[in-house]
């Protein structure tokens, strides 16, 4: 298993508005890309319902939810930013106050970190 860095794409007023940048999300531990990216209803379908992304979330910024204009991708770890990936675990310590020494712990690892592995594959 892989971890990936699962960014959003689209603007819409609930989650992303004036937004068409890629935005992170979350960092999910998947099989494949495709795997990484995937969404599920998680509730009743209503007027205002949309899919989530589901699989094996480490890490998020909250606000999971994919409206019909947006789209996902994920980056293999190998090739993430560093900023996107550090952002995404700083969110999830906002989130989770009670776990923000050891989540602050792992995002000062991947700072600090010289590992070849992160980001080594991105394009310069």
Not at 34 to 58: F, Q, Y
């Amino acid at each position: 298993m892989t971890q990936y860095l699962v960014y959003r794409t689209g603007s819409n007023a609930a989650n992303q508005s004036c937004t068409f940048e890629p935005v992170p999300i979350a960092i999910v531990e998947a099989k494949s890309r495709e795997e990484a990216c995937r969404t599920e209803w998680l509730e009743k379908i209503s007027v205002h319902g949309c899919p989530k992304l589901v699989g094996e979330i480490v890490a998020d910024c909250g606000n999971l939810d994919v409206w019909s204009n947006q789209h996902l991708h994920a980056v293999p770890q190998s090739k993430a930013r560093k900023s996107d990936w550090i952002a995404v675990l700083e969110a999830w310590d906002d989130d989770r106050p009670e776990y923000a020494d050891e989540d602050a712990a792992y995002a000062a690892m991947f700072e600090a970190s010289d590992d070849p592995e992160f980001g080594s594959n991105r394009p310069q």
